[in-house]
């Protein structure tokens, strides 16, 4: 039985595609006028250089994933098993960034919270929660792509081993495939909300964003 490869694909499109959601690297610069601002600036920068760099690793685990299909096509399978124990591990790292991540949206927020400017605050909190469900978006798509790795590498283990009669549970795949799917279609929505948050609390608190 051949690994569905139009499932696979999708795996590899929405990888790629969070990649390109959160590889964005916006700075604030200017507008420092004292201790406060400079802890909300630098822990700002923190969380959007983090973003970054989950985001090139994502990219870099997307292509290595689109090689896949072309080592199956070379019967390459100890090599496809190789490649996809390298991205399961990756991803495990791309994981515990999103929990760094994480702690850092929370002190965000705690900085947020003890501002006495009402307008920042509120604008900050806004993109803070923004930030928080994008967060969580992204990890169920990772999560369950992880999942579908793992289901897919021992199918070319088992093709690895000489086996003629390998077969994958498309019940189980396909439940992955949905979740995927679903948190991919949740980024698409909050992706802008995020970016029209980081803008409005930039220009509320007076503060410059370049892209990186």
Do not use: C, W
């Given at each position: 039985m051949q690994f569905n490869k139009k499932l696979a694909l999708r795996v590899i499109v929405l990888?790629?595609?969070?990649?390109?959601?959160?590889?964005?690297?916006?700075?604030?610069?200017?507008?420092?006028k004292d201790t406060k601002d400079s802890n909300t600036i630098n822990k700002f920068n923190e969380i959007y250089a983090l973003g970054g760099q989950i985001g090139e690793e994502m990219k870099i685990t997307g292509a290595l994933?689109?090689?896949?299909?072309?080592?199956?096509?070379?019967?390459?399978?100890?090599g496809a098993v190789k490649d996809i124990s390298t991205a399961i591990s990756d991803i495990d790292n791309v994981i515990s960034e999103f929990n760094v991540l994480n702690i850092k949206i929370s002190e965000f927020k705690k900085i947020l919270g003890d501002d006495p400017d009402q307008a920042v605050k509120q604008s900050g909190l806004k993109l803070v929660d923004l930030l928080e469900q994008r967060n969580i978006a992204s990890l169920d798509l990772?999560?369950?792509?992880?999942?579908?790795v793992v289901l897919s590498k021992t199918y070319y283990e088992e093709?690895?081993?000489?086996?003629?009669?390998?077969?994958?549970?498309?019940?189980?795949?396909?439940?992955?495939?949905?979740?995927i799917t679903q948190a991919d279609?949740?980024?698409?929505?909050?992706?802008?909300?995020?970016?029209?948050?980081?803008?409005d609390f930039a220009k509320i608190a007076n503060f410059q964003l370049k892209t990186k």
């Amino acid at each position: 039985m051949q690994f569905n490869k139009k499932l696979a694909l999708r795996v590899i499109v929405l990888i790629v595609g969070l990649a390109l959601i959160i590889s964005g690297v916006i700075k604030i610069v200017g507008g420092l006028k004292d201790t406060k601002d400079s802890n909300t600036i630098n822990k700002f920068n923190e969380i959007y250089a983090l973003g970054g760099q989950i985001g090139e690793e994502m990219k870099i685990t997307g292509a290595l994933l689109n090689g896949i299909s072309g080592k199956e096509q070379a019967k390459d399978y100890a090599g496809a098993v190789k490649d996809i124990s390298t991205a399961i591990s990756d991803i495990d790292n791309v994981i515990s960034e999103f929990n760094v991540l994480n702690i850092k949206i929370s002190e965000f927020k705690k900085i947020l919270g003890d501002d006495p400017d009402q307008a920042v605050k509120q604008s900050g909190l806004k993109l803070v929660d923004l930030l928080e469900q994008r967060n969580i978006a992204s990890l169920d798509l990772i999560n369950n792509t992880k999942q579908f790795v793992v289901l897919s590498k021992t199918y070319y283990e088992e093709l690895a081993a000489g086996k003629t009669e390998v077969k994958i549970d498309e019940i189980q795949a396909n439940s992955f495939i949905q979740k995927i799917t679903q948190a991919d279609k949740t980024l698409l929505v909050l992706t802008p909300q995020v970016n029209t948050a980081t803008q409005d609390f930039a220009k509320i608190a007076n503060f410059q964003l370049k892209t990186k």
